[in-house]
């Protein structure tokens, strides 16, 4: 990675610390009456989002503005036609989407943890903003790095080969059953859907930022070229 590429990518790390769940772009919306689609977005702010905390497996409960971004999500969704819902075993996966999908009794929820959160390893409960005024340099690789994995934690690449195959199996999935899906994501885990998706270059992945709670992004699943 040349040194402009890792200048973008820590000046993205820095800006989600201040400001996590901040953006300003859209989530991606592809409708269709005729296809099945996936929608996927992002729990709700925990505690640690809050507190600038590496969460990663750690079981952080979502706070009342996360309830609330859930909320707003709620009526964002209402009147779409989703029949299951797939979520990690985490807290904040599972309440955001009940939460959201309330008033959907016909909703199924589906726990997969391909799609749980990054492991942050030995930095889980460790201050990020401490971290980042000691070596701004260093979070960042840690936080942004496609293959630079925290001590005992997991990189972006290796979250995206359990997410990847996550992905082409629900593909063939809701082609095969004509079903909409939702995905109630992690903020990494949801950055590597977005990429499979989307067809991201490794740097719009790295860089990109997911709002927390209250939006969502669409896909259309259109039949294979082999069906």
């Known amino acids: 990675m040349d040194d402009k590429a890792f200048d973008k990518i820590q000046q993205a790390s820095l800006d989600s610390l201040k400001h996590p769940g901040g953006t300003i772009k859209k989530l991606p919306k592809k409708e269709s009456k005729k296809y099945p689609e996936i929608y996927v977005f992002r729990h709700g702010e ?82 990020k903003l401490k971290m980042a005024k000691k070596n701004s340099q260093l979070i960042a690789k840690y936080r942004r790095s496609y293959d630079f994995p925290p001590p005992n934690g997991e990189s972006l690449k290796m979250v995206e080969k359990r997410v990847f195959p996550f992905c082409q199996e629900l593909e063939e999935r809701v082609r095969k059953h004509n ?48 069906s």
Not at 50 to 67: A, E
Not at 101 to 107: A, E, L, S
């Open 179 to 226: 079903v909409n899906v939702a995905i109630s994501a992690h903020g990494n885990s949801m950055r590597a859907i977005r990429r499979y998706f989307e067809k991201l270059s490794i740097i719009e992945g790295l860089t990109m930022e997911n709002p927390l709670g209250s939006d969502y992004a669409e896909y259309v699943v259109k039949p294979s070229r082999s």
């Open 46 to 127: 925990t505690y640690d989002n809050r507190q600038r905390v590496f969460s990663g497996w750690r079981d952080s409960k979502i706070t009342p503005k996360g309830i609330a971004q859930a909320k707003a999500l709620q009526k964002l969704l209402k009147g779409k036609d989703i029949d299951l819902c797939i979520i990690s075993h985490l807290s904040r996966s599972k309440q955001t989407a009940q939460i959201a999908f309330k008033g959907h009794p016909g909703v199924k929820f589906e726990v997969d943890d391909r799609i749980i959160e990054r492991n942050y390893g030995d930095l889980q409960g460790q201050s």
